[in-house]
Each structure stands twice: as C-alpha cells, then as structure tokens.
C-alpha cells in the first residue's frame, strides 16, 4: 500500500445548496511538489482550508503522515506549514518583529529560526522595515518565510506566487525546488496557471468545479502532450525499418491503424514521405500534433487557461 504524505477520502465541503469540492481523492507522495490545478472558483482554496482545519468538511477524511487529521490535530499540524490566501501581519512592526511572535506561540525554539526563514525567501537585507512599507509580493514572501520557520514536513502553498513580479516568480520556484530536494519537503501547490505549475511540480491534480478530473505525472502529461509527426501508412513494419536505417529515427511509436507517431524530424515530413513512396508504401495521412499542456489543460476543463 503506497505511503502517502496527505490523501483525501471522497472529501467534501457544501455551502447550503452548492458544492464546493465534491468527493475529491488527491494522493501525495513523500518528496514530491503536488500541483494543485484548476480555474479560479474551482474548489483548490475550499480543499486547502479543510487540510488545515480552517473550514470543515462536510463529509470525507484527510489523513496526513498517514493519521487521521480530525483525530490526530495535535500531533500533525506541527509538522505542517501554510499559506492559504493573503498573510496577515502587525504591520506596525518589523519582518523579525513579526516572525518572534508566531515563533513564541509555536514554541519554536531553535535560535536561527527567524534569520533562516528571511533568507530562505529574499527578506533578511532591511530588518528594521516596517511590514506596512511592504508591496504585496514582499508580503507574500513574509508569509512563506512564516510557513517555513518551523522546518515543516509538508508545506502547502495557496497561489503562491501571487503579487510577485517575474524575478520573485523565479526566486520562488528556485526555492521551492531546492527545498523539496535539499530538505525532503513534501510541498502542495495550488494555482490557475498551468505554465507556473509545470515548471516545478512532479505530479499535479486537475480540479474543475468541486471534482478532480485527473491525477497525473508532469512526466506522463508531458509524453501525452509532446509534438509528433504522424504517417500512416500501407506498411508498418517495412517503414519502421525504412525510418530507422535511412533516417536514424529512435523517437517514435506505433499505433493502430497503421499510424507511426515521430517526435523529431519536424519540417522534414516531405523528405521523409518521399522515402516511403519511393520505397512502394503507400502514405494515406500525414499529420502534424503541435498540443500544448495549456491545451490540454483547456480540453480537459473547457474555457480558457487562465480565467
């Protein structure tokens, strides 16, 4: 049985007559970053409050490290760190100032707790700023570094790169990939925009109006959305032989029909349905796929990407 970080049992959450998040099961593994995937509205802050106990579900489990969460609170939300939606903060105090406080109601202990979060996300070079003389995205960083203080197991980020401009974008995801693999954090990201969560999850779940559509690799999604040239053709075995010897073709797949997919080779596909004919095969079709994973995002839910 797969030991799962956090797993979610047909979990639920109904507002009188609505459906927040209808049934969702999401399993994340240990050492991975898991995106969270779906359009504005479409249940991922409803599912993320309910992990932390901010809002409670109408029906379903969650279990973390394994142990109920309604039954186990004590014991894992310690181990767990969050941002869900805006961060409030003193903002007539300082970043330190700030951080020294949840640092006492958490009962942390360890001496570079303050300075090490700072650094981690970017905040540690004006101490003495006010959080008010803050820009959202600062903000927003002062809240991961809250999130991280503690050293946390499992982080769970909502749009975390909210208010952030390019630079911060990449610092964020640079951090968030050093943190996973340098300290094993187990990392949870929610977000409406595909090309951010492509660029640092290893597994995402797509989340469209309450229910989870699918759960997938990046790997996978990436295979299934890679470009390809498609023959199909009279013969399939002669031209496999035929693309091989004469073409050094390695990167490609038989399908049915007599359909050979190429993933290379592209703006070549005259030169190379000249070779079949001239080698008596016959090429009924000839196709070009150029999907993207926004497509494919699009397909899945409908709409637009980034509504």
């Not at 996973?180 to 990201?189: A, F, L, W, Y």
């Not at 999850?201 to 790997?219: R, W, Y």
Request: net charge negative.
């Amino acid at each position: 049985m797969p030991n799962w970080v956090l797993e979610t049992k047909a979990l639920t959450r109904k507002y009188k007559q609505q459906t927040a998040v209808d049934a969702l099961n999401i399993h994340v593994p240990k050492g991975c970053i898991y995106g969270l995937l779906g359009r504005n509205g479409a249940g991922k802050t409803t599912t993320l409050r309910m992990i932390m106990g901010l809002v409670k579900p109408t029906a379903g489990d969650i279990e973390v490290f394994g142990q109920n969460i309604q039954e186990n609170a004590e014991q894992i939300y310690p181990r767990v760190g969050s941002i869900i939606e805006t961060p409030g903060f003193y903002e007539n105090l300082t970043a330190p100032e700030n951080l020294a406080i949840l640092a006492r109601l958490r009962g942390i202990h360890r001496r570079d707790a303050i300075s090490y979060a700072l650094s981690r996300v970017g905040l540690d070079h004006e101490p003495e700023k006010l959080v008010a003389q803050y820009s959202l995205g600062m903000k927003q960083r002062l809240g991961i570094a809250a999130a991280i203080m503690h050293e946390p197991e499992l982080l769970i980020l909502d749009e975390p790169t909210n208010g952030l401009d390019p630079i911060g974008i990449q610092e964020m995801r640079n951090f968030l990939l050093d943190l996973c693999e340098e300290k094993q954090v187990t990392i949870i990201i929610s977000s409406h925009i595909l090309s951010e969560i492509e660029q640092v999850a290893d597994l995402i779940g797509v989340i469209h109006k309450g229910k989870l559509l699918e759960e997938i690799t990046i790997g996978e999604l990436r295979k299934r959305n890679r470009r390809y040239l498609e023959f199909q053709v009279s013969n399939q075995k002669k031209a496999v032989v035929l693309l091989e010897q004469q073409f050094q073709i390695n990167d490609y797949e038989v399908h049915e029909q007599g359909k050979i997919r190429i993933y290379s080779h592209f703006g070549e596909e005259g030169k190379l349905n000249r070779a079949l004919i001239e080698n008596n095969i016959e090429v009924s079709k000839i196709t070009m796929s150029e999907d993207r994973l926004e497509d494919y995002f699009v397909k899945l839910i409908g709409g637009r990407a980034n509504d």
